[in-house]
């Protein structure tokens, strides 16, 4: 059995001599943030490592993001001739009220199912929410991570590999395509702009055979010359090798035989 002293603080506030001290112990749970009811403790639970008094924080309110802390009575504690005084912790108005209401939040209504399945009670191991998506319970087939990233889930619209690299997200800032090769990524070493010369030579273009005779002096000579035998010549020099021109000549030379033979004959006869 424990002995309990009351006293009064500097401050005039009722205190305990680290006996039977009253504790509103935080939970985790919103729907009741300071567990089913008040606990009695001595106090080398209140200062022992991870005691009651590191467990710090605000007083429990609605909409609260970050973690709440302990409402803990003040008390004195150490020998009768040399006692401390502790202040207590959250020991504010709001403290003390729900402190008197055994630990119970007045205004917070009373939830007998889970919050996220109302098919559940509240106290079934199941009524755990997905962290990535708290609509949904930790035993939803849906509540799977993105293999790409985890802060996605696996059936989120975003959760779509790059298609040239499927180790990063479709949206990556990474997932660009090369402007010169489309099968690299931007990023890629191997992605570099070719470099073009800086004098590109055309290519010369030969000439054919029998242009020179065409267009040149020798051309001429050939309009030049006169008889068989000069045509002859000048063709044999000029390397003519087109089979028309040759037919074309021929002809002329055979032409020009007869017609030789028939002037030749008539002038003998007369």
Request: with cysteine.
């Amino acid at each position: 059995m424990y002995l309990v002293s009351l006293l009064t603080s500097p401050l005039g506030i009722r205190a305990q001599v680290a006996k039977n001290i009253g504790v509103c112990h935080r939970t985790d749970a919103h729907q009741n943030p300071y567990g089913p009811k008040k606990i009695y403790v001595d106090d080398s639970s209140i200062f022992k490592k991870q005691g009651h008094d590191s467990h710090t924080g605000p007083i429990w309110f609605a909409g609260i993001e970050e973690k709440w802390g302990d409402i803990i009575e003040p008390f004195y504690y150490g020998g009768e001739d040399n006692q401390e005084y502790y202040p207590g912790l959250n020991w504010t108005e709001r403290g003390q009220e729900i402190w008197n209401n055994n630990c119970q939040i007045l205004e917070l209504p009373s939830i007998k199912y889970c919050i996220w399945d109302e098919s559940l009670e509240a106290d079934d191991p199941r009524c755990v929410p997905c962290e990535l998506d708290e609509t949904l319970l930790a035993d939803d087939p849906r509540c799977v991570p993105c293999e790409l990233d985890e802060t996605l889930l696996a059936d989120d619209s975003r959760c779509v590999p790059c298609e040239l690299d499927e180790t990063i997200l479709a949206d990556d800032p990474r997932c660009v395509v090369c402007e010169w090769d489309s099968t690299l990524l931007s990023d890629d070493p191997e992605c570099v702009q070719p470099e073009e010369p800086e004098n590109p030579e055309k290519p010369e273009i030969p000439e054919e055979p029998g242009d020179e005779e065409e267009n040149g002096d020798e051309g001429d000579t050939l309009g030049a010359s006169t008889g068989p035998e000069g045509v002859g010549v000048v063709l044999a020099e000029t390397g003519a090798t087109s089979n028309i021109l040759v037919y074309v000549t021929q002809a002329i030379l055979t032409l020009s035989t007869i017609f030789s033979g028939i002037f030749f004959s008539k002038k003998y006869i007369m």
